[in-house]
């Protein structure tokens, strides 16, 4: 290999000014660090390669609950103490749940940091499941249920994604179900804990104002002794069946207002057409000048709002449109507009203005959305446990590269008619 070519390869890769350094322990646990020295503070964050998508039928919600009673104990850091400990440092911490992994994450200086390393190996292989706190806090999470049954666009939202993913856990909330919830074991969650938190089945991605090499100390130190926990398996997740053609719902709310939900299923994370749906979602929703805005917000007055999202998964990703109806317009006047533009989007040349200024959108929206080191940490531990985390390094790239005809075959290909689940949220006693 000549100099030129070795060089070449000792360039790491960067997101947003940071240098990533990628590590493997010998208990399977993979680590990325960071290094960006903009700022004095240090976001950590321990990713879980499990989600609803992993649980069977019986167990629906735990991975949500586990989290909740991630923060109430273990064999070093007793109930209460992962949050006063934060906050007596000056920090911050949190969780989060999706259909395809759990997150925990820490912001603090970076002349403290290394204590959420203690508390996330501690809490990996010691979490106390006291079943005291464990019933309290189903209490906690049956309301947190409860309340999102109280919004309209969240009830219309699961109705279609119930529609769309018969045979897949995909269709389950991540929340769950109150009566799967309220006779849930401490046994069950216990078992569901040790079969997914352990070294092999997580990432740690550190980012920030570090040191490389003691930051790898420090992991090593808190995870290294670890057991590697059982072989990953994946759990009977289901099957991702085409539609049959299109499909309707429609829930009703106590209210005035009509709102719309469009949904297809479409592919997966990190594949070109997951990248080529990305501009889509620009050229549709993505300012005044976006076709759904211009037309049916800004030109006809068909809708106070609309918007559109992206959701590639491990399995099988997910192409949301929705819309609130005007006062006074017929819903199916609504569809047809937004019908007409996906069919324009599917079968016309897009204008190589066009493509450019959505391009440039997407490239201000990662820009705007890597600004933080917890904002790194966390594009970086998604991709990570999802696909491959050199994606969050890539996408501004990947997204340059799509073409218009990426573009119309993407459109063409996944946003039909004959593929989607239409759901409305009408006023008591109306249909569409």
């Known amino acids: ?49 499990v989600g609803s998508r992993h649980e069977a039928e019986g167990e629906a919600g735990v991975s949500h609950f586990l989290e909740h009673m991630m923060f109430k104990g273990s064999a070093r850091f007793g109930k209460g103490e992962v949050d006063r400990i934060t906050t007596v440092l000056g920090g911050s911490n949190n969780a989060f749940t999706t259909p395809d992994h759990t997150a925990y994450w820490f912001e603090l200086a970076s002349d403290r940091w290394e204590v959420a390393l203690d508390i996330e190996a501690d809490r990996m292989q010691g979490l106390t499941l006291d079943p005291h706190e ?25 109705a279609v994604t119930e529609a769309m993913f018969k045979r897949h856990s995909y269709r389950r909330p991540v929340i769950g179900y109150e009566d799967v919830l309220r006779g849930m074991s401490v046994e069950t969650m216990r078992a569901y804990y040790e079969r997914h938190y352990h070294p092999g089945n997580a990432v740690l991605v550190i980012c920030g104002d570090v040191n490389p090499r003691r ?33 309707r719902v429609t829930t009703h709310w106590d209210d005035s207002s009509r709102r719309l939900v469009m949904v ?27 076709r759904l805005q211009a037309r049916l917000v ?27 109806c005007a006062d006074g317009v017929d819903p199916r006047t609504l569809e047809r507009a937004i019908d007409d533009e996906l069919a324009r989007l599917a ?25 933080t080191v917890s904002d790194i940490a966390e594009e970086l531990g998604e991709f990570a446990v999802d696909a491959h985390w050199r994606l969050a390094v890539e996408g501004v790239e990947r997204n340059e590269a799509v073409t218009a005809v990426a573009v119309k075959e993407a459109t063409a290909r996944f946003l039909t ?11 008591e006693g109306e249909r569409v």
């Open 347 to 371: 079968c016309e040349r897009l204008p190589q203005s066009e493509l450019r200024r959505a391009k440039r959108i997407l490239e201000a929206s990662d820009a705007h959305e890597s600004e």
């Open 215 to 247: 930051a790898l100390k420090a992991a090593r130190e808190r995870f290294g002794s670890i057991p590697a926990g059982p072989k990953p398996s994946e759990s009977a997740a289901g099957l991702i069946a085409e539609p049959a053609g299109e499909q």
């Open 298 to 324: 800004h030109d006809e007055k068909l809708a106070i709002s609309v918007s559109a999202a992206n959701d590639a998964r491990v399995d099988s990703g997910v192409f949301w449109v929705y819309a609130e």
């Open 417 to 427: 008619p004959s593929r989607r689940v239409i759901g409305w949220s009408l006023p």
């Open 1 to 49: 290999m000549s100099a030129r070519r070795s060089k070449q390869a000792a360039v790491k890769p960067t997101k947003a000014g940071a240098v990533i350094h990628e590590h493997r322990l010998k208990n399977g646990l993979r680590v990325l660090i960071a290094e960006r020295h903009d700022d004095p503070v240090v976001a950590s964050m321990v990713f879980y390669g």
């Open 264 to 290: 297809w299923p479409t592919t997966v994370v990190g594949s070109d057409e997951d990248y080529a749906l990305d501009v889509v979602t620009a050229l549709l929703t993505h300012g005044r000048l976006s």
């Open 134 to 158: 464990f019933a309290s806090e189903k209490k906690v999470v049956l309301e947190e249920l409860s309340m999102g049954q109280d919004e309209p666009w969240r009830r219309l939202t699961q």
